[in-house]
């Protein structure tokens, strides 16, 4: 389990920029606020994206899953069981 959540900047050297942690956050004070603050959205969209596009692949998975275990159905009913799905 992750215990640390850590925003590097992407310059090379690549900087500390912001730590969450069971103990607290911790900023680098020699990161100007208003460029951690974008470094850090940047980070929470690209986390964001990950996360939906990994919820798309599954639930297409699913439906061809359902898809698969219900070659029987056709039209409405197919449709049914995928909306069924819980």
């Not at 920029?17 to 951690?36: C, F, T």
């Not at 939906?52 to 899953?65: G, L, P, S």
């Amino acid at each position: 389990m992750r215990t640390n959540t850590i925003i590097f900047s992407s310059d090379e050297p690549s900087v500390e920029v912001l730590r969450l942690s069971k103990d607290g956050i911790w900023a680098n004070p020699d990161v100007p606020a208003d460029e951690a603050a974008k470094l850090v959205l940047e980070a929470i969209h690209y986390n964001i994206k990950v996360l939906v596009q990994k919820a798309v692949e599954d639930e297409r998975e699913a439906c061809a899953k359902v898809c698969e275990d219900s070659v029987e159905y056709a039209g409405d009913t197919l449709a049914e069981s995928i909306r069924a799905r819980l």
